[in-house]
C-alpha cells in the first residue's frame, strides 16, 4: 500500500538522535532544544519561539498565553482537523464555528464580518456576543494544507474590531506571504506549528509558537514548564508540563535542514497531480491561494461533479489498487463535541469536505509510486 504521507528521515536525524544519547542529554534540556527554538523563530519572522509536545498544545499555549479562557469566544472555520476547537476548549474558551471561502477553503472573512456586525457590539476586551453573553476575543484562521491565506485582510479585520489573531498553521511550516514575509511578521500575535509524523517536517510529534512578542514566549514557556520558578522546587502558577524533548528537537533540526528541498517535492507532487484533474471535467485540484508560498502538505483532487457516492466509490477502488485513500476531516460542527456550539450556516463546508481527496504525498514518494498513484485515478475517473 503506497501510504498517505511518511516522514522522509534520509538526512542528519540518527547523527543527531545519537548526540542526545551519547550525551544523555534525552529529555527537555538539551543543546538542540535551544537551536530549533531559533530556527522556527527565523522561519517565522520572530525574535524567538517556543518548542512544545504538540501542535495543539502550541495552541492552546497561544491563547492562554493572550488570557484568552473562560467566558471567550474564538472564531475557528469548521473545515479543519479537530484539533483546532480542542485547543480552544482545552484553553476553557468556547468556538464560535464559521464557513470557509469557496475559492480557498479557508475562513470567509465576509461571512466573519457579517456575524460580528449582526451578533456582537463592542467590548473591553474585543466583541460582547449578545445572545451566549461571552467576549469574543480572537479569529483563528487555519492555514489548511499549508495554504496562505490573505492575512492582510484578516488582521485588518481583527484590528477592526479589537481581536487577536492566533494562526494554525500546523501544515505550513516553511510558507510565506507576499513578497517572501514570513508569517510571524505579518501582524498576527501568534503562528502555530505541528511537527506530527506525517506533517512536512517532522519531529515524530511536538509543535510549536512564534511570536513577535517576546513577553509571550516567556509566558508561554512559563506556563509549558509546570511554571517553575528559580532552581529549586517552587511553581508560581497551576501550568503545564508541554515541552518538547532533546530527543525530538534532534528531529527538527535534521528535518529543517532540509526543508527547501521538503517543500520543492510538495510542490512537484501538487503539480502533477493538479495535471492530472485537468485532464476530467468533473476534477479539480486544490485550490492554491495566490498569496503567498503555499506549503501543499497535503495536495490531491476534488470532485466538481454531481453523481452521488463518488467518495466511498473511489476510495474503494484506490484502495484496491494499492494506494492509500482516506475520508477527508469530518467538520466541526458535524463532530459530537461540537453539535452544540456556537455555529453559523456552513453551505460551502457541507458541499465540499466529503469530495476532497488527499493523495500520497511523501516527500521522497518515488516515481513508480506516484505514477502508480495517477494510473489508479484516472482508471477511477475514466
Not at 9 to 29: D, K, M, P
Not at 113 to 141: C, Y
Not at 350 to 368: A, D, G, K, Y
Amino acid at each position: 500500500m503506497i501510504p498517505l504521507a511518511v516522514p522522509n528521515l534520509n538526512g542528519n536525524e540518527s547523527a543527531y538522535l545519537q548526540e542526545c544519547i551519547t550525551s544523555t542529554f534525552v529529555s527537555t534540556v538539551g543543546p538542540f532544544v535551544g537551536k530549533f527554538e531559533s530556527q522556527i523563530a527565523e522561519l517565522s519572522g520572530t525574535p524567538t519561539a517556543a518548542v512544545l509536545c504538540s501542535g495543539t498544545t502550541a495552541i492552546h499555549l497561544a491563547l492562554e498565553g493572550l488570557g484568552i479562557g473562560e467566558g471567550d469566544l474564538v472564531m475557528v472555520p469548521a473545515l479543519t482537523f479537530i484539533a483546532s476547537a480542542n485547543a480552544v476548549r482545552h484553553a476553557r474558551a468556547d468556538v464560535w464555528l464559521m464557513d470557509v471561502a469557496a475559492d480557498d477553503w479557508m475562513l470567509d472573512l465576509g461571512v466573519a464580518r457579517a456575524a460580528i456586525e449582526a451578533q456582537t457590539e463592542p467590548h473591553a476586551n474585543g466583541r460582547l456576543h449578545r445572545d451566549s453573553g461571552k467576549v469574543l476575543r480572537a479569529l483563528m484562521p487555519v492555514m489548511i494544507m499549508g495554504a496562505v491565506p490573505d492575512f492582510d485582510a484578516v488582521v485588518a479585520l481583527a484590528k477592526e474590531f479589537n481581536l487577536r489573531v492566533i494562526v494554525d498553521a500546523a501544515a505550513a511550516i516553511g510558507t510565506t506571504y507576499n513578497e517572501k514575509t514570513a508569517l510571524g511578521a505579518t501582524g498576527v500575535d501568534a503562528v502555530c506549528y505541528s511537527f506530527n509524523g506525517n506533517k512536512t517536517v517532522t519531529c515524530g510529534g511536538g509543535g510549536a509558537v512564534a511570536a513577535s512578542d517576546d513577553a509571550l514566549i516567556s509566558r508561554i514557556k512559563h506556563l509549558s514548564s509546570t511554571g517553575r520558578v528559580g532552581a529549586n522546587y517552587d511553581h508560581d502558577i497551576v501550568a503545564y508540563n508541554y515541552r518538547m524533548t532533546n530527543l525530538q528537537a534532534a528531529v527538527g533540526v535534521a528535518q529543517l535542514e532540509r526543508l527547501d528541498s521538503f517543500l520543492k517535492s510538495k510542490q512537484k507532487i501538487r503539480d502533477r497531480y493538479a495535471a492530472m484533474a485537468d485532464e476530467f471535467d468533473d476534477l479539480s485540484p486544490f485550490p492554491e491561494p495566490q498569496y503567498g508560498q503555499n506549503g501543499h502538505w497535503f495536495s490531491g483532487v476534488w470532485y466538481t461533479g454531481d453523481k452521488a457516492g463518488q467518495d466511498s466509490a473511489f476510495q474503494a477502488h484506490m484502495k484496491a489498487a494499492g494506494v492509500d485513500l482516506r475520508p477527508f476531516w469530518k467538520p466541526l460542527h458535524l463532530q459530537k463535541p461540537y453539535l452544540t456550539a456556537l455555529s453559523e450556516p456552513m453551505p460551502i463546508t457541507n458541499e465540499v469536505w466529503q469530495r476532497i481527496f488527499p493523495l500520497p504525498c511523501s516527500t521522497h514518494i518515488t516515481q513508480e509510486e506516484l505514477e502508480t498513484v495517477i494510473t489508479a485515478a484516472k482508471d477511477f475517473w475514466n
